[in-house]
């Protein structure tokens, strides 16, 4: 048997591996440099006077061949800007999987809506249609569709189940830039979707978002003015329409932005080789990789793979502690080892001071989210493994990941030493 480094043996990776978390792990060059120079330079700074937030809108727009683009702070902007663009009444209903970003529920609390959790697939992981189905009534106004994991939904169920109930559906491809779902980009199949490029993302501007639609007014409201203080500013003067947030991105992130873009297909590609060559090298190896669905293409915004504790000799935690002392960058369970509504935010209505909004209203249906209301989910939380992953993986990175990976479960494995 191996010695672990967690007994004091040697780490299967030898010394740190690229991470998103700085340029080891991030591709930038000299032209973000010059972008942004050229912003300093012009003492533009804000998209109200340079010209660098319309560009990338313009960029992104025609990259997903959709109509508006909306440049926004965060990931988390774009999305409570595009719950605001459905203009929800207080206690309306949005389903989403809690197999996600805490970003995904925050913008539906924020608007008063009520956070419906449908269950996940037990392979994918992502959120299963049977169960959007289940949790529909007569108060649900969308599907809230994460591609987790950057693999794409089963956009075809889900659009027909959306078609059948006129229900609107918001694509969250934070994770899932250029996935696609046979041959659509994911983001082009709901009503509205959105971006994140926070620093861990396939392309970065630090923080930032995007949200991407055909259409840019329904709901009695501009799709704009969501995410602009509700200001119709293409009218002149000043008017506020509705209550909205200043979710601005601002010329130096739209200047990297732009040039990240122009990198996106170098950067999901190399996620995505470098994660199918991980898979082969853990054929052998006793776990499951969490694989896109047939007939699409997952572009890995973590490496995912899921453990069958019933052939391990130690919980899941021995195992993630076994593997980070081996050199390996990930965590148990997404977003956590608990699903998104066992958070205190959803569970115990921590919300607007002591009222428990919009949990607690008398027009809102009430949910036990204390309960186990989406038990694969629940499983999945506690059986996966995400690693972090980057585009700058090698080789020797992916040979020592796989033998980190093998050394450990190969050690834990209840029938280590029986064969
Ligand atoms: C699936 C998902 N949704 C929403 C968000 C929120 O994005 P941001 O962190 O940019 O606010 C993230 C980012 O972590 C995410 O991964």
Request: net charge negative; with cysteine; aromatic share 8%.
């Amino acid at each position: 048997m191996q010695d672990l480094a967690i007994n004091g043996g040697p780490r299967a990776i030898e010394s740190t591996l690229p991470s998103f978390r700085d340029a080891s792990g991030r591709t930038f060059g000299q032209e973000e440099l010059d972008a942004l120079t050229e912003v300093i330079k012009s003492g533009r700074l804000s998209f109200l006077t340079g010209p660098k937030t319309s560009e990338f809108e313009r960029a992104f727009a025609e990259k997903y061949g959709v109509k508006h683009a909306v440049a926004v702070a965060n990931g988390t902007a774009a999305l409570h800007t595009a719950v605001i663009y459905l203009n929800p009444e207080p206690g309306d209903e949005i389903i989403l999987s809690p197999v996600t970003d805490v970003g995904t529920v925050i913008p539906v609390i924020a608007q008063l809506a009520i956070p419906v959790f449908a269950d996940v697939d037990p392979v994918t992981q992502n959120i299963d249609p049977v169960s959007i189905e289940r949790n529909i009534t007569p108060r649900t106004r969308a599907i809230l569709v994460t591609h987790v994991y950057g693999h794409p939904a089963d956009m075809d169920a889900i659009m027909a189940i959306a078609r059948k109930h006129n229900l609107v559906v918001i694509e969250d491809c934070a994770q899932a830039h250029l996935a696609y779902y046979k041959d659509k980009l994911c983001g082009t199949f709901g009503d509205i979707a959105c971006f994140s490029f926070q620093q861990s993302k396939h392309m970065t501007t630090g923080d930032g978002g995007m949200v991407i639609s055909n259409e840019d007014e329904r709901f009695g409201r501009g799709l704009r003015h969501c995410s602009d203080k509700g200001w119709p500013r293409e009218r002149g003067g000043r008017d506020h329409l509705f209550l909205a947030p200043n979710y601005h991105m601002t010329e130096l992130q739209a200047a990297v932005g732009l040039e990240q873009l122009k990198k996106l297909e170098q950067f999901v590609d190399a996620r995505v080789a470098s994660a199918d060559r991980l898979t082969e090298l853990l054929a052998g190896v006793d776990v499951q990789p969490v694989l896109p669905l047939e007939g699409t293409v997952g572009v890995y915004f973590f490496y995912s793979f899921r453990l069958d504790p019933s052939k391990l000799s130690v919980p899941v935690t021995q195992v993630m502690t076994a593997l980070t002392a081996e050199g390996i960058d990930g965590f148990i369970g997404y977003p956590g080892q608990i699903p998104l509504y066992k958070y205190p935010v959803v569970r115990d209505h921590k919300t607007f001071g002591s009222s428990g909004w919009p949990f607690t209203l008398e027009a809102a249906r009430k949910i036990d989210y204390s309960s186990v209301l989406c038990p694969e989910a629940e499983r999945a939380c506690q059986e996966t493994i995400c690693m972090w992953w980057t585009d700058r993986l090698e080789e020797r990175h992916l040979q020592q990941i796989a033998a980190a990976i093998h050394k450990v479960i190969s050690t834990y494995s209840k029938s280590a030493g029986s064969a």
